[in-house]
């Protein structure tokens, strides 16, 4: 029996995914080999001898200890593009909460309640809450991944110039975007020449703040800003500056924070890009499967930590070791098995996968004990 351990609340199409026979599927669980996270930050957690992998079912992996669960041997899998439709979605909406007082107007027509003759106010009061129309106007997109490239195309069909720069932009992902929209080389180009710009980058220690006084400065005056990325990429006391100088006309976050909560000009929504029925149920499918694939198979499909191995099981035992990709422990593994060997790098670690006839319980534990091994799992 297997354990797996929900940090959060996963949808159940999900978790059903595990064969009840064979795994135990609950939020309290002693030493689980898995756990299911969406938003619970794990930096701290001690993480016990028996976990494999951890699944994130969304995008980010900011609140996991990537590092640690690499050098631990654990495993950390995330949904690509599983709720990007629903991010997609509402990033059309806060460019339209950035171009007009929307909000500001819906509070001031609840405000209403119980006065006389409201239509007449309505008509005689709106005209504090215009605004501007996106047609015609260039969005910078910073990010052109599976969300910030939907949103390239929405926009694009919106009647929006479109512009992006991603250095880290994936062929397959180039392909989905629509051929009127720009690549430009630097996130200045974009600076530069945006009315809006929407962020959809990780937070990173590169880019954390990367949104600062400096960039501000770069920018068109009364730009508008969207961030449905993370809170971090922002430097919160230069937006608020920019804000008030005018620099900055509108920020629309979906990470509200203690700083940006009831400021002016900052539209803050609760983290609600991908709590969709949709995106919920796409992202637990997707974590559970990896999961499954992983345990089952030793199979590595859409991990941050660890590099992407899959290989079809041709003999009766999987030997799958995690280490550290440093000389001599590939060649000493080929010494202690017989059989047939996959094995890949990723910056400072390896997997390797070894299908052997023989379960070879001695090989295994010498493999366990070799200095720069993390972990070995007998499938
Ligand atoms: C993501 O990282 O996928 C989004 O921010 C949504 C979420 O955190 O669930």
């Known amino acids: 029996m297997k354990n797996i351990q929900l940090l959060n609340k996963i949808a159940p199409c999900g978790t059903d995914l595990f064969d009840k026979a064979e795994y135990a599927v609950e939020e309290t669980i002693e030493n689980p080999d898995a756990i299911m996270v969406r938003s619970a930050v794990m930096h701290e957690m001690e993480f016990g001898t028996n976990l494999k992998a951890i699944a994130r079912a969304g995008a980010g992996v900011n609140n996991i200890p990537l590092d640690r669960c690499a050098e631990q041997g654990i495993v950390v899998f995330n949904t690509p593009g599983a709720n990007a439709n629903a991010v997609k979605e509402?990033?059309?909406c806060a460019l339209m909460l950035a171009s007009r007082d929307i909000v500001g107007g819906i509070e001031w027509a609840n405000s209403l309640v119980g006065t006389e003759n409201i239509a007449k106010q309505v008509e005689k009061g709106k005209s504090k809450f215009g605004g501007v129309e996106i047609t015609g106007k260039t969005l910078g997109i910073i990010g052109l991944g599976a969300i910030g490239g939907m949103l390239a195309n929405a926009a694009e069909s919106l009647g929006m110039n479109v512009i992006g720069c991603d250095p880290y932009l994936s062929v397959e992902a180039a392909w989905n975007i629509n051929s009127n929209v720009k690549r430009v080389a630097t996130f200045e180009d974009v600076f530069k020449n945006s009315d809006y710009i929407s962020v959809h980058v990780p937070a990173t220690a590169e880019t954390?703040?990367?949104?600062?006084?400096?960039?501000?400065?770069?920018?068109?005056?009364?730009?508008?800003i969207l961030n449905l990325a993370r809170a971090d990429l922002v430097n919160t006391d230069d937006l608020k500056a920019a804000l008030e100088s005018g620099k900055v006309a509108s920020y629309v976050t979906d990470f509200p924070t203690e700083e940006t909560v009831g400021v002016k000009g900052i539209v803050a929504i609760p983290h609600l890009g991908a709590s969709t029925e949709e995106a919920e149920d796409n992202c637990a499918v997707m974590?559970?499967?990896?999961?499954?694939?992983?345990l089952e198979n030793g199979n590595i499909k859409n991990s941050v930590n660890y590099p992407a191995v899959s290989a079809p099981r041709n003999r009766a035992n999987r030997v799958c070791v995690l280490h550290a990709d440093a000389d001599g422990i590939f060649s000493t593994l080929t010494t202690l098995f017989k059989g047939d060997f996959v094995t890949k790098s990723r910056g400072n670690v390896a997997y390797t996968i070894v299908d052997t006839d023989e379960p070879n319980n001695d090989a295994v534990a010498k493999a366990a004990a070799l200095d720069g091994v993390y972990k070995v799992n007998v499938i």
């Open 287 to 294: 974590a559970a499967k990896e999961l499954i694939d992983y």
């Open 208 to 224: 954390k703040g990367f949104l600062n006084e400096k960039s501000f400065g770069i920018m068109k005056d009364g730009v508008r």
């Open 90 to 92: 509402l990033a059309v």
